[in-house]
């Protein structure tokens, strides 16, 4: 069993709850704990409790981390905090007391070679735990990062579906970079596999149609994010027929518990400024972390590609009969 802890910006998008619930359901996974990081992380703190209490599991320790950036780093989206998710009140359950940073830090430590942590935003959290803690890369025993771009998607009509650069790593590079070179056993999965796997009509439905508490959450969380998801396309210049219900933060998890639901390569991937042609932007820009494939020995393994006709009917499953 794997014993898994989620670091997650969660709140701003619907995937990273969505990821907690494939963890609380997923039979191969040991919940250890969920940290929070970038901006408001104690209102993060606050949704991820609100979720597990909802679905049985408040057992599962909270830590509010690191909201600021290592460096200096702009946002590039908005976020909805909590919308859905706080329909009938919040939550009983409270983050505990103390630092996600410290937490990840004596987890690791104390269980050298077991923990596996899944960061599903800015990996702020862990290179800060890398900072603190000499011994914790050695002691870590897997690190999973929702992160990076790899092989732009690009369709049939020529169009780019995936960005150039990819929001979690960009909110924080200078923690990207402290982490990326860390020597950590690192598995990438990079947004242009996981815009793979978007989450098909029938598992809506399905979901709308179960009795399942995780079922539920999703249904309401579900609910307010179609205009959400409008409108932070239209404020970095996406066209909007490219939005769908992608299951970015979910396939990372279910990474942790079936490494056989994607198709890995051994890379260098380095992560570095350079000079960038943003259409939408209609200019050159030089402040974009690009995560880059080298001619270099290993670093990590990276997702190229994944089984997304199994991974998506698996966590409509998980979810649609869960707890």
């Given at each position: ?92 359950k409270q983050p505990e007391p103390g630092s996600a940073v410290d937490f990840l830090v004596r987890m690791v430590r104390e269980n050298p070679g077991e923990i596996t942590i899944c960061t599903l935003g800015a990996v702020t959290n862990v290179a800060a735990a ?34 150039i650069e990819e929001y979690n790593l960009n909110n924080d590079p200078v923690a990207a970079k402290i982490v990326m070179n860390s020597g950590a056993n690192i598995t990438l999965v990079p947004i242009d596999v996981t815009l793979r796997v978007p989450m098909a ?123």
């Amino acid at each position: 069993m794997e014993r898994l802890i989620i670091d997650t910006d969660i709140g701003t998008y619907y995937d990273d709850a969505f990821a907690v619930l494939l963890a609380a359901n997923s039979p191969e996974l040991r919940f250890e704990g969920v940290t929070t990081c970038y901006g408001d992380t104690a209102l993060r703190a606050e949704i991820a409790c609100k979720i597990l209490e909802f679905v049985g599991m408040p057992d599962v320790p909270v830590y509010a981390g690191i909201g600021d950036p290592l460096g200096e780093a702009e946002a590039l989206m908005f976020g909805f905090e909590g919308q859905g998710i706080f329909d009938d009140g919040r939550p009983e359950k409270q983050p505990e007391p103390g630092s996600a940073v410290d937490f990840l830090v004596r987890m690791v430590r104390e269980n050298p070679g077991e923990i596996t942590i899944c960061t599903l935003g800015a990996v702020t959290n862990v290179a800060a735990a890398i900072r603190q803690d000499p011994t914790f890369v050695t002691n870590l025993k897997h690190l999973i990062i929702m992160g990076g771009v790899i092989v732009p998607v690009v369709d049939e009509k020529g169009i780019t579906r995936s960005p150039i650069e990819e929001y979690n790593l960009n909110n924080d590079p200078v923690a990207a970079k402290i982490v990326m070179n860390s020597g950590a056993n690192i598995t990438l999965v990079p947004i242009d596999v996981t815009l793979r796997v978007p989450m098909a009509q029938r598992h809506i439905e399905a979901m709308e149609e179960a009795s399942s508490k995780s079922a539920q959450m999703v249904s309401r969380i579900l609910k307010p994010w179609p205009e959400q998801e409008r409108l932070i396309y239209l404020s970095v210049g996406i066209p909007t027929e490219f939005t769908g219900i992608w299951l970015h933060d979910p396939l990372t998890v279910a990474v942790a518990a079936d490494p056989g639901l994607i198709t890995s390569a051994r890379l260098h991937v380095a992560t570095e400024y350079a000079p960038t042609l943003v259409p939408r932007d209609l200019l050159i820009r030089h402040d974009v972390l690009r995560t880059i494939p080298k001619k270099k020995a290993p670093n990590m393994n990276v997702a190229v590609d994944v089984d997304a006709e199994r991974f998506t009917q698996l966590f409509a499953d998980l979810i649609v009969d869960g707890r």
